[in-house]
């Protein structure tokens, strides 16, 4: 029974939050007249001296003890005597483990808002550096038109941003105080949860206390954005694989982030990055197992809750250590861009600028064009040419329309300075995408 009923080995990582709150908890009772100020200044200063043991020497595991709330209590009694059993007063573990717990998530929130902050700018800075470097884009993970590598690398710096988004939401609505349901119906004691919740740093008391010892949305919110960031990471983890492959030999990983093998000398392993891309299947692990413990639970609360934390732990900690992995990579990653760009022009990258010049210069409708460039790819390739080197007897064979003017404007060079739209991939377009990121980054 002990074993299978005790959290402390887990939800120990949950003292300075269990220690904040009844401080919080403790001030606030003495206020409302409920215990002595003399007891609640007895009971902070001993609450404090379990911090500085907590801090130096860890939180001591008895499983007797079962959890972080009951190991508080017994040391407290252990230091200041009668006045420990005092703090329970108009508090259940109930309302103490929500309240613990989202202080905890608030905080994990902050932290990863950091780490993903820290990603932005290293994709920011290499992107600033290519710029101008042209590599294939891919649909399929065929060549499909050229791109700039500084452009592939700011898409990522969208969808951090978009994390860090959902990131800030649950961490704002998660932002109210279970502090004061007591068990789950509230408590008889003339409580002042306003004063609770603003000595932690909620906005508010949570409004019911049914809802507040029962709702774990906000681990779920924790663990389904933690998750969609770790998808992000792994899709920029796999593409680092492919990148350092040889065949592809887009990037040399620095010997820093890869590893040899025991038996071919020669071997620059992606490890990191494969890890990472596998780390994310603990991730999305998370979210599924809290949301089954959840799903079928009666209210208020049942035990099943307990192992809720090792889901959003175990998820903070992998997604902490896959941003900093893969922040370390993106820094520190040789670009190959002779490589990129020599592979830039292959599979008649620019067949769509030969269609658009058709369109823009000679007046043929765009359905028409796409298939005269069609036949004009076909014949490259029947002669093993590329498409701007289609010999100009053959292209006037194909259709009048394609000159030796329109052949030349299909360099992979002038393909990308001419895609200016707006979130294009021109040069002068990324460039002015960076300003944006850094200014962002910088709010
Ligand atoms: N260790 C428990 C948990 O994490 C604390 C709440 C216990 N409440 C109870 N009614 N047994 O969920």
């Known amino acids: 029974m002990q074993e299978i009923n005790a959290s402390i080995p887990v939800d120990k990582r949950l ?4 220690i904040a709150a009844s401080r919080a908890h403790a001030a606030m009772i003495s206020a409302a007249g409920i215990i002595t100020a003399d007891d609640a200044a007895r009971i902070d200063a001993g609450l404090a001296q379990i911090a500085g043991e907590f801090a130096a020497n860890g939180v001591p595991v008895d499983l007797a ?7 508080v209590e017994s040391r407290l009694k252990e230091i200041i005597g009668e006045p420990a059993g005092r703090l329970h007063t108009a508090r259940s573990r109930n309302d103490q483990v929500a309240t613990d717990f989202r202080l905890w998530v608030r905080t994990a929130c902050a932290r990863i808002d ?4 820290a990603i932005q700018a290293a994709l920011i800075a290499r992107a600033e550096e290519h710029a101008d470097s042209i590599m294939p884009g891919f649909t399929h993970l065929q060549v499909a038109q050229p791109v700039t590598l500084g452009h592939h690398l700011l898409a990522y ?3 951090f941003g978009r994390d860090r988004g959902r990131f800030a939401d649950a961490a704002k609505r998660l932002n109210e105080s279970p502090l004061g349901a007591a068990a789950l119906a509230g408590t008889s004691f003339p409580l002042d949860r306003n004063a609770t919740a603003a000595a932690l740093g909620f906005d508010r008391p949570m409004a019911n206390s049914i809802d507040a010892v029962s709702d774990r949305d906000f681990a779920l919110e924790f663990c389904a954005s933690a998750s969609i960031a770790a998808i992000h990471l792994s899709r920029l983890a796999e593409e680092v694989v492919i990148w350092a492959s040889q065949p592809f030999g887009f990037v040399q990983l620095p010997d820093a982030w890869s590893t040899g093998s025991s038996i071919m000398p020669q071997k620059r392993n992606p490890d990191a990055a494969e890890l990472v891309r596998g780390r994310a299947g603990l991730l999305l692990g998370a979210f599924q197992r809290l949301s089954v413990i959840v799903k079928g639970l009666p209210l208020t609360y049942s035990k099943d809750l307990q192992d809720d934390k090792e889901s959003v732990f175990g998820a903070f900690d992998a997604l902490a250590l896959s941003l900093a992995a893969m922040t370390g ?5 040789v670009f190959r861009t002779d490589r990129m760009r020599a592979l830039a022009a292959s599979g008649f990258s620019t067949a769509t600028d ?3 010049w058709l369109v823009r210069e ?3 409708p765009f359905r028409d064009a796409h298939h005269i460039v069609g036949a004009c790819v076909k014949r490259s390739e029947e002669l093993g040419v590329e498409l701007s080197a289609l010999p100009p007897a053959e292209a006037a064979a194909i259709h009048a329309a394609v000159t030796p003017a ?3 404007a299909l360099t992979v060079e002038a393909s990308v300075a001419s895609r200016t739209s707006y979130g294009g991939t021109a040069p002068e377009r990324v460039r002015q995408a960076i300003a944006a990121a850094r200014a962002a980054l910088e709010e």
């Open 354 to 356: 030969l269609a658009d």
């Open 406 to 408: 329109a052949l030349a």
């Open 329 to 333: 990579m993106v820094e520190t990653l």
């Open 362 to 364: 000679a007046g043929v």
């Open 15 to 18: 003292w300075e939050e269990d």
């Open 114 to 117: 950091a780490g993903l902050k």
């Open 65 to 71: 003890l079962e959890d972080i709330h009951m190991t």
């Open 157 to 159: 710096v969208e969808m």
